[in-house]
Structures are given as C-alpha cells and as structure tokens.
C-alpha cells in the first residue's frame, strides 16, 4: 500500500524558477527519501532526511520534514530543464528489514 | 559507486511463455535486493524482498508461483514471470541495498525492464 502522497501531481515552471513538492505520509516512519525518475528509467536516489531532523541541503536540493504534520517538502532552487522527471517520496518505517513505500509521485516539467 | 544493472531492458514474448530478468550489483554486494513493478504513470509497487540465499518474501497479493525470484549469489538476484499474459506486460525494476556504503537505509535501483507480453 502507498503510504506518501505528494503534491501537486503536477507541475510546470519556467527555467530559473523554484520548484516545490510536498509529500504526506500515513505512518511514523524511521527515514523520509526522495527519488528522480526520468521517463521509462530506473530511479536515482536524491537525497534522505531522518526523523530526527528537520531539514537539509544538497546541492539545489533543500529537503524539510515535519513529523508532527507528518510532511516533507522537496525545493528545487534554480531549476534547470534537465531537472524535468518525475518524483517521488519514499518512507522507511519498521526495523532491519524496511522497506520502502512510494508515493504516487509528482512531474515536473521544466520550460526552457 | 554502487550501480545496479538490470538485463533485458526490454523483452517482448508470446503469451504463455517465461521470461527471466537479471538484476545484478556491480561494485557492491547486496545481501538483500527488491523487485518492484510500475504501471505508466504510476507509482513503484513492492513485489517482493530477495534475500540472498533464503526465500523471498512476497508481498500480499504477488503469487510467488507467478513470479520466481532466485537470490543465488550476494550480487544477482533473477526474476522469472512464468507463463506470461499481457497483464503481466509493465516496467519491472529491481534495488539492492548497499550495506557498507551510505547510509544503509538507501536503496540503489536498476535501469528497469520493460516487459510487452503480446
């Protein structure tokens, strides 16, 4: 069962622009992950935040996590038209042998 | 480092034949690998955890009849869709967990494979 739902499904920005993502999950989870996934390709493993923090940088990549609201956010800052994907969230919850529970995913569309 | 190979990238097959899918790490090795399958535009489903040298554990609602997972080696872990129907036909795409790089929670993906049953 999915347990993140991200929003807007959708979304499309000129290049430069901000790009925001949020995701909402059900459960208490151990670790909250974003992905990228370019069309018909496998998935790249962004970036990971744990329920002990509350936000961090990679890159252009800004990542928050509020676990009372149960919610993340993925920035994009300075978008690029390479950054055009896909995006999901991914929860971890339970013990050594967790797994990981996809949300339905956003698009991004980058305009050059 | 850790990269996840993935062969065939796509198949197509005749309804009622096994198709067999690799999934390999190739500079690490993953003791314990995922299948996932995804329908367009659709998010990523668990179908099983595959375990090296123990069975997999399936995930409620996969038949483990259907689709035969071996875990033979700590870097190769197959997928065979026995007696393929066109519903069957979607992008499967394996992980594999790098234990002794990163954190151990991230999981690597595959490239995928794209299976047209006809």
């Known amino acids: 069962s999915q347990q993140g739902e991200e929003d807007p499904q959708a979304l499309s920005i000129q290049e430069g622009e901000n790009a925001t993502m949020n995701c909402s999950y059900k459960t208490s989870i151990n670790n909250l992950q974003w992905y990228r996934q370019n069309s018909g390709r496998g998935l790249v493993h962004l970036i990971l935040?744990?329920?002990?923090?509350r936000e961090k940088h990679s890159g252009r990549l800004r990542v928050t996590l509020d676990t009372s609201k149960k919610s993340s956010s993925l920035l994009i800052t300075a978008s690029r038209a390479a950054d055009t994907a896909s995006y999901f969230c991914a929860t971890v919850s339970g013990g050594a042998n967790s797994k990981l529970t996809f949300g339905k995913g956003i698009t991004l569309s980058v305009r050059p | 480092g850790a990269v996840v190979s993935q062969h065939p990238s796509w198949v197509i097959c005749k309804s009622g034949t096994s198709v067999k899918i690799e999934c390999r790490s190739l500079d690490f090795q993953a003791t314990t690998m995922f299948w996932y399958r995804q329908f367009p535009k659709q998010s990523l489903m668990l179908m099983a955890t595959?375990?090296?040298?123990?069975?997999?554990?399936?995930e409620q609602g996969v038949e483990k009849d259907k689709f035969l997972i071996n875990h033979a080696s700590l870097t190769l872990s197959t997928l065979t869709v026995t007696s393929a129907h066109p519903e069957d036909s979607s992008f499967y795409i394996c992980?594999?967990?790098?234990?002794?790089?990163?954190?151990?929670?991230?999981?690597?993906f595959g490239p995928g494979t794209r299976l047209l049953v006809l």
């Open positions: 992980s594999a967990r790098n234990p002794s790089g990163g954190a151990a929670e991230t999981q690597y």
């Open positions: 595959s375990n090296e040298g123990s069975k997999a554990t399936y």
């Open positions: 935040i744990r329920s002990n923090e």
